[in-house]
């Protein structure tokens, strides 16, 4: 009899974790780990070495792929926040990000686009770029909340014309910055084997953290995307909410600009995160969020972005001939979301349920 | 409700315009609505602002004075530091000093670009001179330049037509380029060659050109190809591959990267793992298109070699345009353009500011 309730307790247990949002990303995550155990353990090897400067870094695939991934981790974050609320994804975030990037490098360089020494502090160059960051989110945000257009169509202005901004700011030259500190950004810092990205990253993830515990943004964000009308007579301002979300994006896709800036002190922006906007809405959906907004679980959708990286890397790893590499990763992509649909979490839920329901039935004779 | 719409609409096109005035444009609000639609064009006195549009028009009025009229159509000088200084060096050739009366249009758009065409012709142009975005499509606007007696010009980029249409084509062989730098390679008698291939986006003139030289030359020599994989022209991309290859313990001491941007990403990844590169080095490093700054990265003995995808084919342009005034025909209808390749240990700050683009 008290085995019986323990089984029963652990089915309902199996169930409950299969129901959860979190669970298919860190399934994923899970499998792709185990797939590469078997294919060959030294994947998981990890080395510490010293760069060109001397000072002293780990390497190793899970260190690039926790290093890598940084960046669609924290787009991630914003993009989240903008699906749930608005019901509708930003496109225009790699266009954002070459702009980012630009200004950046326009106002460490100022004229000179190979400079012996920065011609501003990191800090402004940085705050320069969130300002403009946040400014093309709030265009973004003002078309969606306030004009009331669809968020793929909005934003698929910047899209068009962000790359064509960015050559702009910088009249159509690739500065190159070579100082050392500014670099340690994009690689390591003195004394610390940890590339620089994984702390921001980490860094974003608890200002995050503290924001949703803090304050009602969540709440907030979760009532306008199931339902504005009720939202409104409930006493929010949807339009504010939803332009406050962009503005957060325009935030994170700030800070990407920089990590990829200081990775090789130049982008160009032509190149500079093409496609990324799919990495980071595919982290979103997942992360198991639904893509017409509503709840939303962040840590899902950040774990999302580090499971597209393990299988960038995986399939670097295993090298995949380029002209098959996207297809490989098609076929990982629709697996992944086809198990991540509710439907299928469920008649997996149910299945379980079934295969355990005979075990117990032999257990009690 | 439907009065909340066209105010919604009205307010978001009117933010749409004022995006488009902030990127410097000085052109009146008229013409503002179709930038975003019809191609930019600029006529060459005020073409030193890619954005700057001016009317065709223009081009209408200083017909009689003698000027060769040339109509140009490029893709778009934001495409690439390549297109920057293919358009400038046009730019720079066909001006009023040199006898020219040039109208200029960009677009990334094959129809765009037909339109543009059509429009050329006719405005009367002598000479049509294109660099298509795409290669199908032309035949007819062709055709209607033949018959208009518009002389058409390709450089850059080839198209599916046939070659009765057109007087000439200057071209790059990408192959030849693939080549020059194998030969190169071969030439450093290295004791090993294994090397990490970084490829463009697949199916791309370059890409294949570039690969295909090393291919062959590895199959025929017995080189070891460590890692075969496309970075997309991207140089985090190819930081990544490396830094996987890096991961592996694999061992490497060339890296071929089939443009610039992707051989920076590379040696990046070299750079945090410490391993050497450049002249007399570890590991060797062969980019291509030679950017400026990778000059001068080979100039400074990080790099070894890079291979040049010449963007200046004014000059070319202007010598076939010369020789048909002249009533001069070409003994070839395919001109390919000398095309260099730089060693890092004999390049000199002269070919810096030279071949930089």
Redesign the interface.
């Known amino acids: 009899m008290a085995s019986d309730v323990k089984t029963a307790q652990k089915t309902s247990i199996l169930t409950a974790i299969i129901r959860k949002q979190i669970f298919i990303p860190i399934a994923a995550l899970i499998i792709l780990a185990i797939f590469n155990f078997i294919v060959d353990p030294s994947f998981f090897k990890i080395t510490l070495g010293h760069n060109n400067d001397g000072n002293p870094i780990l390497s190793g695939n899970l260190i690039s792929i926790i290093d890598y991934g940084s960046e669609l981790a924290i787009l991630a974050i914003g993009m989240t926040l903008v699906t749930a609320s608005s019901r509708g994804q930003d496109i225009s975030v790699g266009a954002a990000i070459a702009i980012s990037g630009s200004v950046i490098l326009r106002v460490l360089c100022g004229t000179n686009s190979r400079p012996e020494s920065l011609q501003a502090p990191i800090i402004v160059a940085f705050l320069v770029s969130c300002l403009v960051a946040m400014a093309f989110g709030a265009f973004n945000g003002a078309l969606v909340s306030i004009f009331k257009i669809q968020p793929m169509v909005a934003t698929l202005i910047l899209f068009t014309a962000g790359r064509s901004i960015a050559a702009w700011i910088n009249n159509n030259e690739l500065p190159v910055v070579s100082d050392k500190t500014f670099l340690n950004f994009g690689t390591v810092f003195p004394g610390i084997p940890v590339q620089t990205p994984v702390f921001i990253a980490v860094l974003c993830f608890i200002v995050i953290w503290l924001v949703m515990k803090f304050t009602n943004l969540r709440l907030y964000v979760q009532s306008v995307g199931i339902n504005e009308k009720t939202s409104r007579l409930n006493g929010l301002n949807p339009a504010l909410i939803k332009f406050v979300t962009y503005v957060i994006l325009g935030l994170c896709v700030a800070v990407v600009g920089f990590i990829k800036v200081a990775r090789i002190g130049t982008i160009n922006y032509s190149v500079i995160a093409k496609d990324i906007e799919m990495d980071a809405i595919l982290a979103v959906a997942l992360g198991g969020n639904s893509l017409g907004g509503g709840k939303f679980n962040i840590s899902a959708s950040v774990l999302g972005a580090y499971v597209i990286q393990f299988l960038t890397t995986t399939l670097y790893k295993l090298q995949v001939q380029s002209d098959a590499l996207p297809a490989y990763k098609a076929v990982v992509v629709i697996v992944l979301v086809i198990l991540s649909a509710p439907i299928v979490r469920e008649k997996i839920a149910a299945f379980f349920k079934k295969l355990r329901a005979p075990a117990k039935a032999g257990s009690s004779t | 409700m439907k009065m909340k719409k066209i105010l919604?609409?009205a307010?978001?096109m009117i933010?749409?315009g004022t995006?488009?005035a902030g990127?410097?444009s000085t052109s009146s609000s008229t013409d503002k609505t179709d930038t975003t639609q019809a191609p930019k064009t600029t006529s060459a006195d005020t073409a030193n602002d890619?954005?700057n549009k001016a009317d065709d028009n223009s081009a209408d009025d200083n017909k009689s004075d003698g000027l060769i009229k040339v109509g140009i159509i490029n893709n778009?000088?934001?495409?690439?530091?390549y297109r920057?200084a293919n358009v400038n060096d046009l730019k720079a050739t066909f001006t009023k000093e040199n006898g020219f009366d040039a109208s200029f249009t960009y677009s990334l758009k094959n129809e765009e670009q037909i339109n543009a065409a059509q429009k050329f012709i006719q405005d009367e142009v002598d000479y049509l001179l294109l660099s298509a975005a795409d290669t199908a499509g032309w035949d007819s606007v062709l055709k209607d330049a033949q018959a208009a007696g518009v002389r058409v010009i390709l450089f850059d980029r080839t198209i599916d037509a046939d070659e009765s249409l057109y007087e000439a084509s200057i071209v790059s062989d990408m192959a030849k380029e693939g080549e020059q730098a194998v030969d190169w390679l071969k030439s450093q008698d290295l004791k090993a060659y294994d090397i990490i291939h970084l490829?463009g986006v697949?199916?791309s003139a370059a890409q294949k050109g570039r690969s295909g030289a090393l291919d062959d030359t590895a199959k025929e020599l017995g080189w070891n190809i460590v890692?075969?994989?496309?970075a997309?022209?991207?140089?985090?991309k190819a930081?990544?591959?490396v830094?996987?290859v890096?991961?592996?313990?694999k061992s490497f001491n060339v890296i071929y990267a089939e443009n610039d941007?992707m051989a920076?990403?590379a040696v990046?990844a070299?750079?945090?793992?410490?391993i050497?590169h450049g002249v007399d080095k570890d590991v060797v490093v062969i980019g291509f298109d030679c950017?400026k700054?990778a000059l001068?990265e080979l100039k400074d003995g990080n790099w070894n070699y890079d291979g040049q995808c010449n963007p200046f084919q004014a000059s070319y342009i202007k010598d076939i345009i010369d020789k048909l005034e002249n009533g001069e025909t070409l003994s070839q209808k395919t001109i390919i353009m000398d095309e260099k390749g730089f060693d890092a240990k004999t390049i000199t700050d002269a070919d810096v500011e030279q071949y930089g683009i």
Request: glycine share 10%.
């Open positions: 919604a609409m307010a978001s933010l749409c995006m488009f990127c410097g890619d954005d778009d000088p934001n495409e690439s530091g920057t490829q697949m199916g890692a075969q994989q496309t997309e022209w991207n140089a985090e930081q990544q591959i830094q996987s890096i991961d592996a313990g941007d920076m990403g990046a070299l750079d945090k793992a410490n050497s950017n700054w001068k």
